[in-house]
């Protein structure tokens, strides 16, 4: 029997939905494997045509884009009723991804910059988008934004997780297959990716790793074959699932961590940390702290698509 | 009034939602159209390494 | 009630577990403020022991490891030192004071040594005052709520 899927965005730019489309021809062998009854980006299905779905009706939600204000929350409580298996498609679902870096700030902190104080915004009655207003006497409604972004298993059941930012084509074609064949793995897999470190799949040569000051991407040109970390770069290869194919790494560019942790790591960033803190050579205090100054904003770094899922979560007020 | 909703729109990148509000004759009154996702890069792009910002901005959209 | 610190220790086998030993048997007195976690190197204490540590409940995180070049296994109380200035670092990005967590050196023989850094460490953070991270992630998010349409249940505030 055909599969029913349904694929949703919350705070999302896109890209998940546009890395299904990038399956190309094989995308044809999706519309032959599934029905499609919700996909914004390319279908005219609405909102209402979910909630008239009976619960369960559909085999598997695809749901990209973490969880930033009401609408986004609503949206996937309803299809986690209505879907029988819900999945997290992207680093954005699964970890908050860049969007969630905002959880350095306040929801107020947020609104003032973009709608008051951003240098392309011209709002001279200083107007704030608000959840209820009247516009001529029409009654408006808008989602709120919310102060702290979630990722989606913060806020529903999640049953399994492609990673990626975005999740690599041909993972996501695969990933349907194991749904039209009825091979899922046990609940709570990450499908779609590897089981180890991005490292174990980086072509790069490594030997031992002896750091003695971090470099910026603008400070010296790295060469084309050793390990980025080892020429002091830094580089989330050792705290980064496997699966995406190396495709920044391929482009001399360092991981920032998009494919999220590996199994058993509950927080990917603090990880990192760990991580290169064992490969540094200093082991004077003076000499560790002037190579930490090195290291230009630590936390936005190693938590470039993950601050919302570590264990911290956002910062505190 | 009657009041309808087109919740979300689609084929496009983007959230939004388009509200139209019709008179007693059932003629268009006046319509709204609303973007209701709002991420803040605006806020969080503030002060990262330079050479970081087209790794994250391009995370504005994926289309 | 006055506010009485909790903070959790990792101390290494070798050096200050051993340490701490002898502050009991030697009949130190010192803060009861302290939870003592046996690891077998102050390399071991991965600093996401310590955010957890944190996140739980604890005010403070004290580890413990061998003076410089005594590590048991060579290298290991220096990675923990790195990995210490690091997250001292980063602490702050969270808004949590970098004086929460404090790397001391204590040998085995220190046993006084070891109750003067307990009582020293329980002072500043009682100076700090309470942390209570998961009380203040659930005060952030009460305002997070969605109220039209679907059913709302409370944020828990629980990590992954």
């Not at chain 3, 404090?102 to 023989?109: K, P």
Request: charged content about 25%; overall charge neutral.
């Amino acid at each position: 029997m055909k599969l029913k899927i349904g694929i949703y965005w919350g705070a999302a730019c896109g890209g998940c939905d546009v890395a299904i489309l990038d399956t190309h021809e094989k995308l044809l062998e999706i519309a032959d494997m599934a029905d499609i009854y919700l996909w914004p980006i390319a279908m005219d299905f609405k909102y209402s045509d979910v909630r008239a779905m009976k619960d369960g009706y559909l085999d598997a939600v695809l749901f990209s884009g973490g969880v930033r204000n009401s609408e986004n929350e609503e949206i996937a409580k309803l299809l986690r009723r209505k879907a029988k298996a819900m999945i997290a498609l992207g680093a954005c679902a699964q970890l908050g991804g860049v969007p969630g870096l905002a959880n350095m700030y306040t929801r107020e902190e947020v609104l003032r910059r973009v709608y008051l104080e951003s240098e392309s915004t011209t709002n001279e009655k200083g107007i704030m988008p608000l959840e209820s207003s009247k516009e001529d006497g029409f009654d408006l409604e808008l989602p709120r934004l919310y102060n702290t972004v979630k990722t989606l298993n913060q806020v529903v059941d999640v049953d399994y997780t492609i990673p990626g930012c975005p999740p690599a084509s041909l993972q996501i074609y695969s990933a349907l297959g194991l749904i039209a064949d009825d091979m899922l793995p046990k609940k709570g897999s990450v499908i779609g990716a590897g089981d180890r470190a991005l490292c174990d799949e980086c072509a790069r040569k490594k030997g031992e790793k002896t750091i003695t000051r971090i470099y910026r991407t603008h400070e010296k040109l790295p060469d084309a074959e050793t390990c980025f970390l080892e020429q002091g770069f830094i580089c989330l290869g050792p705290a980064t699932r496997s699966g995406c194919g190396s495709r920044c790494i391929k482009s001399w560019t360092p991981c920032r961590g998009c494919y999220g942790p590996l199994d058993d790591v509950s927080d990917q960033g603090i990880k990192m940390v760990s991580a290169l803190a064992s490969v540094m050579e200093p082991k004077e205090e003076k000499d560790i702290n002037a190579l930490l100054d090195t290291v230009v904003d630590p936390l936005r770094t190693f938590h470039r698509f993950s601050l919302a899922s570590s264990i911290l979560r956002r910062k505190k007020a | 009034m009657k009041r309808i909703a087109i919740d979300p729109i689609s084929r496009l990148e983007g959230h939004g939602k388009i509200t139209i509000f019709l008179n007693e004759e059932g003629a268009v009154e006046n319509a709204y159209l609303q973007i209701p996702e709002l991420r803040g890069f605006e806020k969080f792009v503030e002060g990262l390494p330079v050479e970081e910002i087209p790794r994250v901005v391009t995370r504005i959209c994926g289309v | 009630m006055a506010f009485e610190p909790r903070i959790v220790g990792f101390l290494c086998n070798w050096c200050t577990y051993t340490g701490a030993d002898l502050a009991g048997t030697a009949r130190v007195k010192y803060s009861p403020n302290i939870r003592s976690i046996r690891v077998m190197c102050s390399g071991r204490v991965d600093p996401m022991f310590v955010i957890k540590a944190l996140y739980e409940g604890a005010d403070g995180v004290l580890i413990g490891g061998c003076h410089p070049g005594d590590c048991h296994y060579q290298e290991g109380n220096y990675k923990a030192l790195r990995r210490y200035l690091m997250l001292k670092r980063i602490l702050p990005e969270y808004g949590i004071d970098a004086g929460r967590v404090r790397l001391e050196w204590v040998s085995a023989s220190e046993g006084e040594r070891f109750g003067h850094v307990v009582d020293e460490f329980t002072e500043e953070i009682r100076k700090l005052g309470p942390l209570k991270i998961k009380e203040s992630l659930v005060e952030s998010m009460k305002t997070d709520v969605a109220h039209h349409g679907e059913e709302h249940q409370a944020p828990t505030g629980e990590a992954r």
